[in-house]
């Protein structure tokens, strides 16, 4: 004796699916190339601890493209590589970032990514709410590049609604987890600020 019918079993795939369907969908990349980076570790983790939501984690590699130029732009167009990270903004619900910071600003691979995806579209990152991060092997935790994009990112349509800096990564993060207790309880406060907004 089967314990559905065929018409309850459609009932509850239709359920399911549109549970899965209204599931929020998160984007989150670190602003590095790095296949060690710390901001990808960290924003990772950040990323899990968000409840109930579908997180996409972007590689930046995967979106490597000629440096940015009017030249290029002219006689090239938009490389689909930024037409394609546009649309990945565009169909979250939410973002989260972790900056790296080369010399006190954004790395070369997130600024050349940043430079070609605002030209495709200026309001980069259309209101999507957006918790901001950034982490470093030094006590300032990435502090210059957080400065510079919670001034410029808004410029683009971003709604931040929540910042976190890390400091002394190697120290405070360990196992895929940040360790210090009060830096994490900081952390888990700017994600359900996150989350709460989505």
């Known amino acids: 004796m ?3 019918s065929l018409e309850n079993k459609y ?8 549970k899965t369907s209204m599931m929020k969908k998160i984007l989150a990349f670190a602003g590095s190339n790095s296949s060690t980076s710390i901001n990808k570790q960290l924003v990772t983790y950040a990323s899990s601890l968000v409840e109930n939501v579908k997180v996409n984690i972007l590689d930046l590699n995967d979106y490597e493209m000629s440096i940015y130029s009017s030249d290029r732009e002219k006689n090239s167009g938009h490389p689909q590589q930024a037409i394609d990270f546009v649309e990945q903004i565009k169909n979250s619900d939410g973002i989260i970032i972790s900056l790296a ?12 990514i940043f ?3 605002s030209r495709v579209e200026q309001k980069t990152f259309f209101g999507k709410p957006m918790l901001l991060m950034a982490t470093s092997p030094g006590q300032r935790g ?3 590049v957080l400065g510079m994009a919670s001034d410029r ?6 709604n931040i609604v929540g910042k976190f800096s890390l400091p002394d990564f190697h120290k405070n993060f360990s196992d895929g987890k940040i360790i210090n207790e ?17």
């Open 153 to 158: 990112f808004p410029r683009h349509d971003a």
């Open 182 to 198: 009060e830096l994490n309880k900081k952390l888990v406060e700017e994600v359900k600020q996150f989350s709460e907004s989505l």
């Open 115 to 117: 430079d070609w995806v």
């Open 11 to 18: 009932i509850l795939l239709s359920f399911v699916l549109s």
């Open 142 to 144: 990435g502090l210059s």
């Open 101 to 112: 910071e080369y010399n006190g600003a954004y790395s070369g691979a997130f600024k050349n």
């Open 2 to 4: 089967e314990l559905f």
